[in-house]
């Protein structure tokens, strides 16, 4: 048969399925022609293996059977030579068949700081085949693991970048063998052991660094004098490691060498002076070591070309060489945190091209030399932290290139100059912790580049200058510790538009806080502590919504807390301790989500503590004690699990302790002693038991409790274990037993129109604070209320009610936690208007509209009718009524007339009475409480009857949010 006549249907077949083959290049299959298939492969392997899928660029890669036109990929005579995929977002591990790539020169699968490459796993062992390799570039990925002896074999190998990975165990000596080896990179890694010997062969070497940032290296033992064979060297770092022993001489034949880092180790011993043979050293960092000395000759040694001299943090001690005048190139020099005496060496003025001095944390003392004023080009001068005296020179004022300027922490004398304010360029001045006196010149509002002015814990007097408000960008105004009497009135309108922080505290600062400083909108942190400031609290501190940290105690302030400091979002420090405030606390300050330490001890608070702190779930301090604070701890606190520190003590705390302080298991001090807390203490406190360990390891108890001089006791047996383990065996004796009083409340009741009634209570130990009892009951139409004596239940009855099966001049008990009515009995009566309980017989007295006074019997209920007595037959329509103490006279409001019913007998008592009262109660004292209907200004008032006038004496009348009281009924101890 003739195969001619099979080609068309099977070229038809043929098409019709390519016809269905995706639009997607197939992977290569490395059939290729311009290398060998085992470096197709190769490539391939790489690809799969380091989620090529999701490189930021993969053009060609396994797509194309030209591999030498893939991203990265170089070739020459046949075989690839270069592959370049550094910064390409390359993941997983390198595969060990990239070794098969037997004639590449250059492997780059670098990153910077792993910010893009996330290689991971460890450096294949195979990497030692590729014996062609000259550049090798790993580094800034997240490879763990050895680095391997193989890599040794790479003899025409140039450069090896492996930091910035995690590379653990030690340097292999097989890396000495890199005859050509330029640069040698192995820092921020975990790498350990000593640094081999063998790597003083690698006699071409230019870039030794083995040093670590982020502790993470830890290399140990002694420089090796291998070291000094390097003759090509011009970079050594070594610093951030654990090296000990002395420098070798031996570093000195480096005739090379730019830059020499070695600081942040445990070198000791002294500084060899063969150093000064390195004509060519730029950096000299010797920093953070254990020298003692400061050869006094360094200064003449060969160090023509020095830059930068490093000798901070060590153990220096002696005085500071006048040789250092002569290093001519320096720009650099670092002597601080040392224990260098003596005075300052006037020869350092000689060092024109010094940019950078720091002296500070040493123990310098005698004066600042006025040759310092020779350094035209300084721009951080930094002499803190010394015993320097006299005064600040004059001549200071000329270095036009300062920047930093720290003479903090001396004890310098006399005035600030006026000169300093010709340091334009200045950004931050730190003159705190001296005996500066004087004025602040004015001169110093010229410095329009500073950002910090720190003048603090000075004798600095007068007035703060209005000039300081030309510093627009300053951030940080530190004046506290000095001798200032007043702040700025307007100092909060000045242009301090980026100021962050405001220190005016541990002054003799009187007056008042000046509203303005609510205009400081970028302010992070106001201190005006420690001062003898009065008056109120500025509600516009409410505006500063970037606050972070307040501090107004220590002073005399007075008045309420304002309820804007609520505001303040970003709050974590508010310390209002030491003054003479009083009110409430208010329930805004719970909205305060990032505060961490709260402080409102020692004042004149009262009322209760907000059930609103118990939404501060980051607060690790709360000292609300010696207050007079009242009504029981909120069960709530035992939300702030984060709690360290709570003092409630010395207030007049009621009720018993929360049985949810037991939740708080972070708490290592709790004060309550010195309140009226009573009951049974909760057997949860025993959970309270918080332990650190000690020197030994062990953990021991750090939980602090003082509960004495209170009413409180325990029948628990592992409470009262607990409470004898912390307090003492006759704990019970530092308590009174008394039993634990009721709460004081006036409840009240509000006519909501369509016969809709709504109960709410008055709490007078918390600024008469309002709040609603359950829900609305519409359609009963409420209008008598009063609290039986005896047994203190709370009664109420109704008059014309429209709802479904309700029935008029109806007696109902009342919830007095949640609201709700149960139905006693019905009186047979219309609407009863008001009751009134008997004080002494405990009988229920009613008046019933149209009908009269009655009494009714609330014990004696046939067929769900109370047993009732006319007193007194009347058409009269009586609001209210109430007994007075003594359970003689029974008074009645109607119209604008009080009525007195006194053995049987009805009087006016006075004309005159506000018209339309309708809810009236008896206090104590004899005053008469009423309130009216639909009042315009919806107030419980109280009335003088002798005087037949509105008496309205504290802590009456209270606003209430209701606006037409039926009822009142007041009960406390």
């Known amino acids: 048969m003739s195969n001619k006549h099979l080609f068309t249907p099977l070229l038809g077949l043929t098409c019709l399925l390519l016809s269905w083959l995706p639009l997607t290049q197939a992977a290569t299959d490395c059939a290729v022609t311009e290398i060998p298939q085992t470096e197709c492969e190769a490539l391939v392997d790489l690809y799969h293996s380091t989620d090529g899928q999701n490189w930021k660029n993969n053009t060609g890669w396994n797509e194309t059977n030209t591999p030498c036109d893939w991203y990265g990929v170089s070739c020459n005579d046949g075989h690839v030579t270069v592959l370049?995929?550094?910064?390409?977002?390359?993941?997983?591990?390198?595969?060990?068949?990239?070794?098969?790539?037997?004639?590449?020169?250059?492997?780059?699968?670098?990153?910077?700081?792993?910010?893009?490459?996330?290689?991971?796993?460890?450096?294949?062992?195979?990497?030692?085949?590729?014996?062609?390799?000259?550049?090798?570039?790993?580094?800034?990925?997240?490879?763990?693991?050895?680095?391997?002896?193989?890599?040794?074999?790479?003899?025409?190998?140039?450069?090896?970048?492996?930091?910035?990975?995690?590379?653990?165990?030690?340097?292999?000596?097989?890396?000495?063998?890199?005859?050509?080896?330029?640069?040698?990179?192995?820092?921020?890694?975990?790498?350990?052991g000593i640094i081999p010997e063998s790597l003083g062969n690698l006699e071409n070497l230019q870039s030794l660094i083995l040093s670590n940032y982020w502790n993470k290296n830890k290399l140990s033992g002694t420089i090796p004098e291998s070291l000094g064979n390097l003759s090509n060297l011009q970079t050594l770092q070594l610093q951030y490691n654990r090296l000990s022993g002395s420098i070798p001489d031996s570093l000195g034949h480096l005739n090379n060498l730019v830059y020499l880092y070695l600081s942040s180790n445990k070198l000791s011993g002294t500084i060899p002076e063969s150093l000064g043979n390195l004509n060519n050293l730029q950096q000299l960092w010797l920093g953070g070591n254990q020298f003692t000395t400061i050869p006094e000759s360094l200064g003449n040694w060969g160090f023509n070309s020095l830059q930068s001299l490093g000798l901070n943090n060590n153990q220096l001690t002696g005085s500071i060489p006048e040789s250092l005048g002569n290093l001519n190139s320096l720009q650099q020099l670092y002597l601080h945190n040392n224990k260098l005496s003596g005075t300052i060496p006037e020869s350092l003025g000689n060092l024109s091209n010094l940019l950078y001095l720091y002296l500070s944390s040493n123990e310098l003392s005698g004066t600042i030399p006025k040759s310092l004023e020779n350094l035209g080009n300084l721009q951080r001068l930094i002499l803190g932290g010394n015993n320097l005296s006299g005064t600040i020179p004059e001549q200071l004022g000329n270095l036009s290139n300062l920047v930093y300027f720290y003479l903090n922490s001396n004890k310098l004398s006399g005035s600030i100059p006026k000169s300093l304010g010709n340091l334009n360029n200045l950004v931050y001045l730190y003159l705190y912790n001296n005996e500066l006196s004087g004025i602040i010149p004015d001169s110093l509002g010229n410095l329009s580049n500073l950002v910090s002015l720190q003048l603090h814990n000075n004798e600095l007097s007068s007035t703060i200058p209005d000039s300081l408000g030309n510093l627009n960008n300053l951030r940080q105004l530190w004046l506290g510790g000095n001798q200032f009497t007043t702040i700025p009135e307007s100092l909060g309108n000045w242009g301090f538009n980026s100021l962050q922080s405001l220190g005016l505290n541990n002054n003799q600062l009187t007056g008042s806080i000046p509203e303005s400083l609510g205009n400081l909108n970028n302010l992070q942190v106001l201190h005006l502590g420690s001062n003898q400031l009065v008056g109120t609290i500025p509600a516009s501190l409410g505006n500063l919504n970037n606050l972070q940290r307040l501090y107004l105690n220590d002073n005399q302030l007075n008045g309420k807390i304002p309820k804007s400091l609520g505001n303040l979002n970003n709050l974590v420090y508010l310390y209002l301790y030491n003054n003479e405030l009083s009110g409430i606390i208010p329930d805004s300050l719970g909205k305060l989500e990032k505060l961490y330490y709260l402080s409102l001890s020692n004042n004149q608070l009262t009322g209760a503590i907000p059930d609103s702190l118990g939404n501060l779930s980051n607060l690790r301090?709360?000292?609300?004690?010696?207050?007079?604070?009242?009504?029981?701890i909120p069960e709530s606190l035992g939300d702030l699990g984060n709690l360290l520190t709570l003092y409630l003590h010395g207030n007049k705390l009621t009720g018993a302790i929360p049985d949810s302080l037991g939740d708080l298991s972070n708490l290592r001090?709790?004060?309550?002693?010195?309140?009226?807390?009573?009951?049974?203490?909760?057997?949860?406190?025993?959970?309270?038991?918080?332990?650190?360990?000690?020197?030994?390891?062990?953990?021991?108890?750090?939980?602090?409790?003082?509960?004495?001089?209170?009413?409180?006791?325990a029948t628990d047996p592992n409470l009262i274990e607990w409470l004898i383990n912390r307090l003492g065996p006759n704990w019970t004796n530092t308590q009174t037993i008394i039993p634990c009083p009721e709460p004081c409340l006036v409840y009240a009741l509000h006519d909501g129109g369509l016969n809709n009634s709504q109960f709410f209570t008055i709490n007078p130990d918390n600024d008469f604070e309002i709040q609603a009892l359950g829900a609305t009951h519409f359609g009963h139409d409420i209008e008598g209320m009063d609290i039986h004596p005896q047994t203190e239940t709370l009664y109420v009855s109704s008059g014309d009610d429209t709802a479904k099966g309700l029935e008029q001049g109806y007696l109902y008990q009342v919830d007095k936690d949640n609201g709700t009515l149960t139905p006693v009995c019905s009186t047979g009566l219309g609407e009863v208007s008001a009751i009134s309980f008997h004080p002494q017989y405990n009988t229920l007295w009613g008046w019933a509209d149209g009908e009269g006074l009655f009494t009714i019997d609330i014990e004696q209920i046939e067929n769900g009718v109370c047993a009732k007595t006319e007193i007194v037959a009347s058409r009269a329509e009586v609001e209210s009524l109430t007994w007075d103490n003594t359970g003689e006279i029974l008074y009645a409001a109607s119209g604008n007339v009080l009525y007195q019913v006194e053995n049987g007998t009805v009087a006016e008592t006075c004309k005159g009475f506000p018209s339309q009262v309708e809810a009236l109660d008896m206090l104590a004292d004899g005053t008469l409480l009423f309130g009216r209907h639909i009042a315009s200004d919806t107030r419980i008032h109280s009335f003088d009857i002798a005087s037949c006038s509105i008496k309205d004496t504290v802590p009456l009348p209270v606003d209430t949010l209701y606006t037409d009281i039926e009822g009142i009924s007041w009960m406390c101890p």
Do not use: M, W
């Open 621 to 632: 301090n709360l000292l609300l004690n010696d207050n007079q604070l009242t009504d029981s």
């Open 84 to 192: 370049n995929l550094y910064y390409n977002e390359l993941g997983g591990s390198i595969p060990e068949s990239l070794s098969n790539l037997e004639s590449l020169q250059t492997l780059n699968l670098s990153s910077y700081y792993r910010n893009k490459n996330k290689l991971s796993g460890s450096i294949p062992e195979s990497l030692g085949n590729l014996t062609n390799l000259v550049y090798l570039y790993l580094h800034g990925n997240q490879l763990s693991g050895s680095i391997p002896e193989s890599l040794g074999n790479l003899s025409n190998l140039e450069i090896l970048q492996l930091q910035s990975n995690q590379l653990t165990d030690v340097i292999p000596n097989s890396l000495g063998n890199l005859s050509n080896l330029l640069q040698l990179n192995l820092s921020e890694n975990q790498l350990s």
């Open 669 to 713: 001090v709790l004060h309550l002693y010195n309140n009226e807390l009573c009951g049974e203490i909760p057997p949860s406190l025993a959970n309270l038991t918080y332990k650190v360990p000690n020197k030994e390891g062990e953990l021991e108890e750090r939980f602090y409790l003082r509960l004495y001089s209170n009413h409180l006791t």
